[in-house]
């Protein structure tokens, strides 16, 4: 795969999948950063144009990688392991420190309840004998030292060079695995952007759609996008170049990074050793929680309920779609069936971690299996959503 740097040239919009009518009062939030197949479609513009005519199966099996964080000094940064914890531990002083509680002095990870002597005054439905319908036990705070108490880990962002000493898994014996700097806030801000329409020769807004705000991205100096491109047609290279990214027509510079090693240090993570039995996902999963005919999403997979031991995850990303509604009138009845643009399926969003105690048979992408009826599935995995990383 050949690397790429998105350098923002204004802000970015990248609309929520909630949905939205112009109006008085109507926001438009934007979803940062964007899904792969988002910047997948950008950056395939710089493509040369090939007539469908003439197009083989390569062009069709274009691969992709991304989009993750790179700063100034090219670093790459991804989402952090939802499972992380700071421990700090309590020093005699007769101040008191309002800061205190938000340092750490060594970082430790949330451990399966059932592992876990000190939790079990806790009783948990999924522990429970011969239950129905049982639920995922939960992640809980590991035995802490002395003196020692939690104090949080509220950066969501961290260095991906930092990601095998995470998976190595031998950083809560050594504190010095991990600093402060390893961590960051969101490198970005957001900008309002209020649109107005004006009635033709006066000087009031339309009634009817006349005013709504958007709310843009804008990342800080420095900062830009980084992605993979893997164009299986060496004839069509992908150059360099300016390309529309998002809604509103804004854009972004497109620039080779020659010799980047981000993936190379990750790669050999792809595959689980017997030992292994903690997966980070890097991006965007979809979990089939429903049967095959239900597109019913979770955090993760029906497949995976009998070797899963715990999960750290957050909200989902509900991403769009397109469907045909019945819009309800006023005395009730359903009126016609009309298009609309809804949220289709619930991602599970990068950083979430799984605990197993047996290895899953699915173990590389965090995807519905592939189904002839739903080619969507293969687009799927030529842009690897739910790709999995695993360790100890």
């Not at 059932?114 to 129905?132: E, M, R, S, V, Y």
């Not at 909200?315 to 016609?336: C, F, H, M, T, Y």
Request: with cysteine; charged share 20%; aromatic share 12%.
């Amino acid at each position: 795969m050949e690397w790429y740097s998105l350098t923002p040239l204004d802000v970015l919009l990248f609309r929520e999948a909630k949905p939205f009518s112009p109006g008085a009062g109507s926001w438009a939030k934007s979803l940062f950063p964007p899904m792969p197949v988002t910047v997948f479609q950008g950056m395939r513009s710089l493509l040369s144009f090939v007539p469908f005519h003439n197009r083989d199966k390569p062009h069709h099996n274009i691969r992709f990688l991304g989009p993750f964080l790179l700063d100034e000094d090219d670093q790459v940064w991804i989402p952090t392991p939802k499972d992380l914890i700071g421990v700090n531990k309590a020093q005699p002083s007769t101040e008191a420190n309002p800061q205190a509680d938000n340092l750490w002095h060594r970082l430790d990870r949330l451990q399966p309840y059932a592992t876990q002597d000190h939790w079990h005054f806790l009783k948990c439905q999924g522990l429970i004998a011969n239950d129905p319908d049982p639920d995922l036990p939960p992640l809980v705070p590991p035995q802490l030292g002395k003196d020692e108490y939690i104090c949080g880990l509220n950066k969501p962002w961290m260095r991906a060079a930092k990601l095998p000493t995470y998976l190595e898994g031998k950083f809560p014996n050594h504190p010095e695995s991990f600093t402060r700097e390893d961590f960051c806030d969101h490198p970005w801000g957001v900008q309002v952007l209020p649109h107005i329409a004006m009635k033709p020769g006066e000087r009031q807004v339309k009634d009817s759609q006349g005013y709504f705000t958007e709310v843009a991205i804008r990342l800080k100096p420095g900062w830009k996008l980084v992605a993979a491109f893997e164009n299986p047609a060496p004839e069509v290279p992908l150059g360099r170049g300016v390309i529309r990214l998002g809604g509103e027509g804004h854009r972004v510079l497109v620039e080779p990074l020659p010799d980047f090693e981000f993936w190379d240090n990750l790669r050999c993570y792809l595959t689980p050793n017997p030992d292994q039995r903690i997966a980070y996902l890097l991006t965007p999963g979809l979990g089939l929680a429903g049967g095959e005919n239900e597109p019913i999403y979770g955090a993760y997979p029906r497949q995976w309920q009998d070797d899963l031991i715990g999960c750290a995850t957050d909200k989902p990303i509900l991403w769009g779609g397109v469907s045909q509604v019945e819009r309800k009138l006023a005395d009730g009845v359903r009126g016609n069936v009309e298009f609309s643009l809804l949220p289709q399926r619930a991602f599970v969003p990068p950083g979430t971690v799984y605990v197993f105690k047996d290895l899953p048979a699915s173990r590389e992408l965090l995807i519905p299996e592939q189904n002839p009826q739903k080619p969507w599935l293969s687009i799927f995995q030529n842009l690897h959503y739910g790709l999995l990383l695993w360790g100890k």
